[in-house]
């Protein structure tokens, strides 16, 4: 086998295609448009790969993306899906090989690329990404070779891309076998997918112990049910106050030295670690366990590097104590507005406080 050495000679052969022709009829708008936090699917490609390789962008139309700066190739046969594109993108690359993306996979990284390139050599003219369900053809390096192909498949009429890799050499590369999670070759196809695949705002109430963080919390979670958005809450307890019932089932079990343990039910379920576990650590086991999380908020942690809502009290703490670099709002009925470099809000002003971080957030747009 006469292996091309290391990835980086593979990959100054290699043009990137980004394939954002499709409808989008079950999303609802062009995906290539749609925002993952406040970053559309094609710039997050585009950042990725813009810079490192020759970038070319496959669609129908031609003015769509003029906006990125970056060519366009267009679909010659109309309405026969994602082959026309590797067609179209395959002659007009300067690349020998090219690596094709599908818009709708925000999340590939251009390290999947380089490792993808590992594998080309003389026995092959196809490399396919195949994880444990699926194979990913517009997730796949092809090398000019396959054009001929590619042109025989649309004279006949075939347009199914599985098709080419049975008449040319492929190679599928497992992720299983690689430091890549699945997650960077997901689709996402409808609004339900992206709302699982965003991750979700993270900010913090803090403020000294009894200045109002539970009752804000409550006002705010009840804001962003009303918008739509899904709330998790986290709690720090600074005096380690809670505990399992005397007699219960949990109590039991901890009693004989479980060190962790959950109980469930048909609506609910809960888990208690009998260690220390970090904010951070807390929050992506949320993020996991229930996912399509809008917003997170952690009640406290004043030091964190979080962004946060302080709540300064009359006769509590009377002065800001956060990081402002850190600060989305201060809530407060003691505090000026020249106090402090961020919003500063009423005790019971919200609506107002709920806009800013939603704004902060980039949630509503």
Do not use: W
Request: net charge negative; proline share 3%; aromatic share 10%.
């Amino acid at each position: 086998m006469d292996r091309i050495n290391g990835s980086k000679t593979a990959a100054s052969r290699i043009s990137v295609g980004i394939v954002a022709g499709g409808k989008s009829s079950r999303m609802g708008q062009d995906k290539a448009l749609v925002r993952i936090g406040n970053e559309r699917f094609m710039d997050r490609l585009l950042k990725e790969f813009g810079g490192h390789f020759e970038v070319l962008i496959s669609a129908a139309n031609k003015d769509a993306y003029a906006f990125t700066g970056y060519p366009v190739v267009c679909d010659e046969n109309r309405e026969i899906g994602p082959i026309e594109g590797i067609r179209r993108l395959l002659m007009e690359a300067s690349g020998e090989y090219v690596f094709v993306c599908a818009v709708d996979m925000p999340f590939v990284k251009k390290e999947l690329l380089l490792y993808l390139a590992e594998f080309i050599c003389s026995d092959y003219d196809c490399y396919v990404i195949a994880d444990e369900e699926h194979i990913q053809p517009l997730c796949a390096i092809y090398k000019k070779s396959v054009l001929p192909e590619l042109e025989e498949l649309i004279r006949e009429g075939r347009y199914r891309l599985r098709e080419v890799f049975g008449r040319v050499r492929t190679k599928y590369v497992p992720l299983a076998f690689s430091c890549f999670d699945r997650s960077m070759v997901r689709n996402i196809n409808t609004r339900e997918e992206l709302r699982e695949a965003e991750p979700p705002f993270i900010f913090c109430v803090s403020g000294f112990s009894d200045s109002g963080k539970t009752g804000l919390i409550e006002r705010l979670i009840n804001e962003f049910k009303q918008a739509g958005l899904r709330t998790a809450v986290i709690k720090h307890d600074g005096h380690d106050c809670f505990s399992d019932v005397p007699g219960s089932d949990t109590d039991r079990f901890r009693q004989a030295g479980a060190e962790c343990f959950a109980v469930f039910s048909d609506s609910r379920c809960a888990v208690t670690v009998r260690e220390h576990v970090e904010a951070e650590e807390l929050a992506g086991l949320l993020v996991r366990l229930y996912k399509g999380i809008d917003i997170l908020v952690i009640e406290g942690l004043k030091a964190s590097g979080y962004p946060k809502v302080e709540v300064v009290r009359k006769g509590i703490f009377e002065q800001s104590v956060c990081d402002p670099a850190s600060l989305i709002c201060v809530v407060s009925d003691c505090v000026a507005s020249e106090e402090v470099s961020c919003p500063v809000f009423g005790l019971k002003q919200y609506r107002e406080i709920f806009l800013c971080i939603l704004a902060y957030s980039k949630k509503g747009t």
